[in-house]
């Protein structure tokens, strides 16, 4: 990973200082960029919440190999993670490789490692164009995001992602709050229940929200029909002091526990904070940056190798805290500074 990441430093300059620890810290403020916006606080805040949770230490016990493996919407993978959806490798990223390079080294890295990745939408239109092909070209293994447009470039583009041969699709609501959208002329709006509820209607798929930071609005996506929820505030890039995505999580997971999916992104950094957010109450977890940074480093080996890395990380994690399954992942295994 020491190669990937040097190259990645290299060609992506001053876009990403490529950190010890990607924390939010050095590129706040740099939205367009990889930073948070404004003092970035959502961002630092969503890996400071993180690294705050410390686990119960275990030792006796029998788990010795722990199974990652879950299902996800009717989808088996060997990890609990996904690639978020990030598109602009141009404007965001420096542009050291392209679009196209890019979301194929996530889409193909992804399925290669049997987890799943997501791809982006913004604008330029090569953004969503360049996701939706990669995510073709794998046999429809991969989960396009799009930005909740208007009418009617919204329903094109529901018909375009589903000629991807997916069977899960993705919108980030939170979109709404994107400073590159409406600098570019092209800003988009929060959606009320009844709209919301018929674009998940007309898409005759699986339907992620991703965005919500509220049990009510938790509620309010079970109503619109949504199969599952990310708990997300858009890696820190839409709203300034939003709380971390952990401190959030654990209230809206107890709200729609069993009635949806819940996923999370946010900070995470390491398969240890994967079991975190997992205790807390998520199904599964998005890493959005770490995985950018593997991709334009060392392309599909890069992300390869970075699923590796991640996988070891929560096997040692699970072992250490006697969890043996990353379905069924206790609350217990957090250490509880009250008792
Ligand atoms: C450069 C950049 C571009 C992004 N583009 C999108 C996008 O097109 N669609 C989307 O749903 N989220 C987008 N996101 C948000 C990520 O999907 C994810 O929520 C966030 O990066 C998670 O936080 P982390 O990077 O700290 O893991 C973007 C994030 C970054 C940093």
Request: proline share 4%; glycine share 14%; with cysteine.
């Amino acid at each position: 990973m020491k190669e990937i990441r040097d190259n990645a430093r290299k060609l992506m300059g001053k876009f990403c200082h490529v950190c010890p620890v990607c924390n939010g810290k050095a590129c706040a403020g740099e939205v367009p960029g990889m930073g948070g916006l404004g003092s970035g606080s959502s961002f630092t805040g969503n890996v400071q919440a993180l690294s705050e949770i410390k686990f119960n230490m275990r030792l006796i016990h029998d788990v010795t190999e722990p199974d990652t493996a879950i299902t996800l919407l009717g989808k088996q993978l060997d990890l609990p993670v996904l690639a978020a959806p990030i598109g602009g490798v141009s404007f965001n990223m420096g542009g050291g490789v392209s679009e196209d390079q890019y979301i194929r080294a996530i889409v193909s890295g992804c399925k290669a490692k049997s987890i799943i990745g997501c791809t982006g939408d913004g604008v330029p239109e090569f953004i969503h164009s360049a996701g939706f092909s990669a995510i073709q070209e794998a046999g429809g293994h991969g989960i396009p995001f799009i930005k909740p447009w208007e009418d009617e470039e919204l329903y094109r583009k529901l018909e375009l992602a589903k000629e991807t041969g997916t069977d899960i699709l993705g919108m980030d609501i939170d979109a709404a709050g994107l400073i590159t959208l409406r600098r570019m002329g092209r800003p988009v709006s929060p959606k009320p229940l009844d709209k919301l509820a018929a674009i998940i209607k007309k898409s005759g798929l699986k339907f992620i929200l991703k965005g919500i930071m509220t049990p009510d609005d938790a509620e309010r996506a079970i109503d619109a029909g949504a199969d599952a929820i990310v708990v997300s505030n858009h890696g820190g890039r839409v709203l300034d002091h939003a709380p971390g995505t952990a401190v959030v999580l654990p209230a809206i997971a107890a709200t729609v526990k069993g009635r949806i999916s819940v996923l999370v992104d946010g900070g995470v950094r390491s398969g240890g904070d994967v079991l975190k957010l997992l205790a807390l109450g998520a199904n599964a977890v998005m890493i959005g940056r770490p995985f950018s940074i593997a991709a334009v480093g060392g392309l599909q080996e890069g992300v390869e190798k970075y699923i590796d890395t991640l996988q070891g990380e929560l096997q040692q994690t699970m072992v250490l805290t006697g969890t043996r399954s990353a379905a069924a992942v206790d609350r217990g295994i957090l250490f509880d500074s009250s008792r």
